[in-house]
């Protein structure tokens, strides 16, 4: 079974500051790992995904995120926040088999202040 | 990315009624599609799986027979509300995995209150 934590149910930064937001995840093998977005009253929309291959995913709206499989980690990042991106961010995984469901970490709520 | 789309986007209706929740996937063949609920500041909780043409498979503790769910074809997956109580209203959430597999593509959501 797999599972996924993020450190941190609120974080605070001001605009033009560096966003991180943590996910560490449990998973008896390799795992596919997602970011989503979830804005107010509206579904969740893909930031970002690993599959295999380079490490380091780019995303929409400059996010990317870095796997790490020693530290067990998939924190997302971008360099400078911008008030748009407020919003609940929910870091995922699932198990490579075709069976296997999304397992979602409990979000976390970005806000950008001026 | 892979549109899925999702009608009503909001309903209200009476204690005792049924809710029909419709989940398109507008560009793609959706072999596999997830229903989940959502309460307040709460993360996703996947309610069932179904497959094109087979049954749902119902998550511990969710109600298959309040939760109707019908997937008839490859880009339309239904969920039925039935005889709606209070405790029904929240914010329902579809998502469709097409032949690619790996990634699960979300409906912008049903907001249901149940009165």
């Known amino acids: 079974a797999q599972s996924v934590t993020q450190l941190g149910s609120h974080v605070s930064v001001s605009e033009g500051a560096l966003v991180l937001l943590r996910c560490n995840y449990s998973s008896s093998v390799p795992p596919y790992l997602f970011w989503y977005v979830q804005y107010p009253n509206q579904g969740l929309q893909l930031l970002l995904k690993?599959?295999?291959?380079?490490?380091l995913v780019k995303g929409i709206n400059g996010f990317e995120a870095e796997f790490k499989k020693s530290e067990t980690s998939f924190h997302l990042t971008k360099p400078s926040a911008h008030m748009s991106d407020a919003a609940e961010y929910f870091c995922?995984?699932?198990?490579?088999?075709?069976?296997?469901?999304?397992?979602f970490g409990t979000g976390t709520r970005l806000q950008v202040t001026l | 990315g892979a549109v899925v789309s999702q009608h009503p986007s909001w309903v209200i209706c009476k204690s005792g009624t049924s809710v029909k929740i419709e989940c398109r996937s507008l560009d793609f063949q959706a072999t596999t599609m997830f229903w989940y609920r959502q309460f307040p500041k709460k993360s996703l909780m996947l309610m069932a799986t179904s497959n094109e043409g087979s049954k749902a498979t119902y998550e511990q503790g969710v109600e298959k027979d309040k939760f109707l769910i019908n997937h008839a074809s490859l880009t339309l997956s239904t969920l039925t509300v039935t005889s709606a109580h209070p405790e029904d209203s929240s914010f329902y959430i579809c998502?469709?995995?097409?032949?690619?597999?790996?990634?699960?593509?979300f409906g912008p959501g049903t907001r249901l209150l149940v009165l």
């Open positions: 998502s469709a995995r097409g032949d690619r597999k790996e990634t699960q593509y």
């Open positions: 690993y599959t295999t291959g380079a490490t």
């Open positions: 995922a995984v699932r198990l490579t088999g075709t069976a296997s469901k999304l397992t």
